[in-house]
């Protein structure tokens, strides 16, 4: 069964672009969510899809979006890019969507964005 | 911030030692599991306590919960150089659907 898929795996973007990341789950899966891993803050959570519905949203600013198909794939977008930006972004899915309860979260090997 | 806090920030041992890290935690849970990542790569799934829960074993871990402490310990026996890297404890609360929140992380280093 394949794991968690992320790409690209590296890119690099200039101040001020814009970025799309991508995210295909494991079969089956219907929550995605996605965090930012930086040195200074460490893991970050950014937001959740289930369903196609964002259910939860952490603490970043509207440059952040995200979506999420009828296929559970999911992509993730960040404009207007700022240097502090730079980070390993990971995306997780698991079966079902209720992770307070005890479920698994199982993450990709992440994105590695670099703003210049 | 329910962000947890992992100790040490950084372990080195040989290889044939133990290890012993540590999470504390600022709110009420109903799980917390615990991950491990080697440098650059996402993170693997290790084990998950539920709250009621008060030690868990898998293959050479050991993993505690102390709700009334707020801290939960991992425990790896005779460790390997494979286990260098860096383990994160992650917390789940009722009612956030999947939003994890992830320890500051302990940096172990195995020397073989």
């Known amino acids: 069964k394949a794991g968690v898929t992320q790409t690209p795996r590296y890119l690099i973007k200039t101040r001020g672009q814009q970025v799309t990341l991508s995210c295909s789950p494991i079969?089956?899966?219907?929550?995605v969510s996605w965090y930012q891993q930086t040195p200074g803050q460490g893991l970050q959570f950014l937001f959740e899809?289930?369903?196609?519905?964002?259910?939860n949203k952490g603490n970043f600013p509207g440059r952040f979006s995200g979506r999420q198909f009828s296929n559970s794939r999911s992509e993730m977008n960040v404009s207007t890019l700022e240097l502090g930006d730079s980070a390993l972004y990971l995306c997780a899915s698991s079966l079902v969507g209720t992770g307070g309860l005890g479920n698994t979260i199982y993450f990709g090997e992440g994105s590695w964005l670099t703003v210049v | 911030s329910q962000q947890g806090e992992e100790d040490p920030q950084a372990l080195s041992i040989q290889e044939g030692e133990n290890a012993t890290m540590n999470c504390s935690y600022k709110?009420?849970?109903?799980?917390l599991q615990w991950y491990r990542q080697n440098s650059g790569r996402g993170l693997v799934h290790l084990i998950l306590?539920?709250?009621?829960?008060r030690e868990k074993h898998s293959g050479r871990l050991r993993v505690t919960l102390d709700t009334s402490k707020k801290s939960s310990s991992l425990l790896i026996t005779a460790s390997r150089a494979a286990d260098t890297a860096s383990y994160f404890c992650a917390t789940g609360a009722a009612n956030t659907g999947n939003q994890f929140y992830f320890g500051t992380g302990t940096s172990l280093t195995v020397i073989p």
């Open positions: 306590i539920r709250s009621n829960e």
């Open positions: 079969s089956g899966h219907r929550s």
């Open positions: 709110t009420s849970i109903n799980n």
């Open positions: 899809y289930f369903s196609e519905t964002q259910r």
